[in-house]
């Protein structure tokens, strides 16, 4: 079930706000409208997508694929997951199980960490708002991965209000 996240080498730009601003503050809101917004906190460290062109949303063969993609030349940073129908709205679905899954990738030059489902060792994403009529979906996420190589990634105050591709 694990499939690739489709956004890999797409640019855009991590936020560098001013280290005094609270990280939390630097996240999009918590919207339900479709604003195509995505962002968390990467082992505190904020990841926000400023382009809509680094999300990706799909719904097909009753898998939804969210992802949020943060590169620029040979650096990028990508979180996604994987999720098996039916989805519900205010229903917490773990993150270790097989059917829905995380993933998370960094890559620096030649030096790349990639986590896979089976690296994820706890964590949830919750659906807001599911609108199967115009196509958005909003909801809340964490999770933490660890894989043997690389550190300890944890994810947290993750928030996305995104259109999807039905």
Known sequence: ????????????????????????DQLPPATQTGENTFGCLVNGEPFVIKNSSNLSAIYQGGILQLSGNIGVGNNDETV???????????KAYS?????????????????????TFE??????????????????????????????????????NGRFDMQYIP
């Open 1 to 24: 079930l694990l499939l690739v996240f489709p956004l890999w080498g797409l640019g855009g730009c991590k936020n560098d706000d001013d280290s005094t601003t609270n990280p939390i």
């Open 80 to 90: 996604g997951f994987n999720l098996l129908d039916p989805l519900e709205e205010n």
């Open 95 to 115: 993150l270790i199980e097989n059917i829905y899954n995380s993933g998370y990738t960094l890559r620096k030059g030649d030096f790349i960490c990639i986590y």
């Open 119 to 156: 690296d994820t060792f706890e964590g949830a994403i919750k659906f807001s708002k599911i609108d199967r009529i115009n196509y958005t979906i909003s909801g809340t996420f964490e999770f933490s991965t660890e894989t043997d190589d690389c550190e300890t990634i944890n994810i947290t």
